[in-house]
């Protein structure tokens, strides 16, 4: 069977982007928890350091100096990636039940971080779902955002997103028989709705909380967090960070990121050492 296209992103003027964004790939582990593998010491080119000499230093004559250059790098949204666990159970087996969902709008709820994204990535890509920002929605663009049958609005808020055209896409989608996989950090059945009708549109609406990560499921996101930044760590460091940081998902992708930069300023390896004098100077 050929693979699904990736989802189609649906730009603020309600017209799809001419490059629509896609779903990276990368390995999984096994065991209950699926653990990213140990990564490359070398970094890929989506993501590597370059040795860049110094005119200063060409014209003196002295030894070059070399400057670290951070060309960015994706996190990986596939299935095989996402990380299971008591947490996000309830809500990956909603997104793999679909099409049997109980209504044909839902949402994800959870913090920041929490594997909402992710799981909309892979229904997008299997149910060949729009995306579209909650802050994005507007009249004009409805018809557009749900003409293929599927659509998610990622980071829906209430202070965000304008009441009306929210309730003429969810009209609109519910008249079609379009499916709607709504991303939120708070449960929309709790938000102050000025417009009457689509406050209970939004109580009546089937939620799916993430909680946040046991210890299992917290050292499994660093290790992923690491690989997708071709970085290869070993147990001691993991071990290290998920004693001390906040058992949250935006924690742990917050102290890679830290070690990341620090690493490259100090041209050092990512390790235990580097972590314990960061955790040091807190």
Known sequence: MPEAPAPERIAANGHAPETA???????AGETGVRAAPRAPSRRPASHRRLSVLSGTDQ??????????????FRESFARDDFLPGPSNAAALALIERWPDWPARTVALVGPEGSGKSHLAAIWAKAA???LIAGHA???AGVPVAVATGALVIEDLRADACEESALFHLLNLAREEGAFVLITARA????????????ASRLRALPAVVLA???DALLRAVLIKLFADRQLAVDEGL?????????RSFAAARAVVAELDREAMRQRREVNRALAAELFRHR
């Open 128 to 130: 060949g779902a729009r």
């Open 187 to 198: 449960a929309p059945a709790g938000w102050t709705i000025g417009l009457r009708d689509l």
């Open 238 to 246: 993991i071990g290290y960070l998920a004693s001390r940081i906040e």
């Open 21 to 27: 964004g896609g779903v990276w790939a990368s390995g």
């Open 137 to 139: 929605i507007e009249p």
């Open 212 to 214: 946040p990560p046991d």
């Open 59 to 72: 014209l003196s004559g002295q030894v070059p100096r070399q400057l670290a250059l951070a060309l960015g």
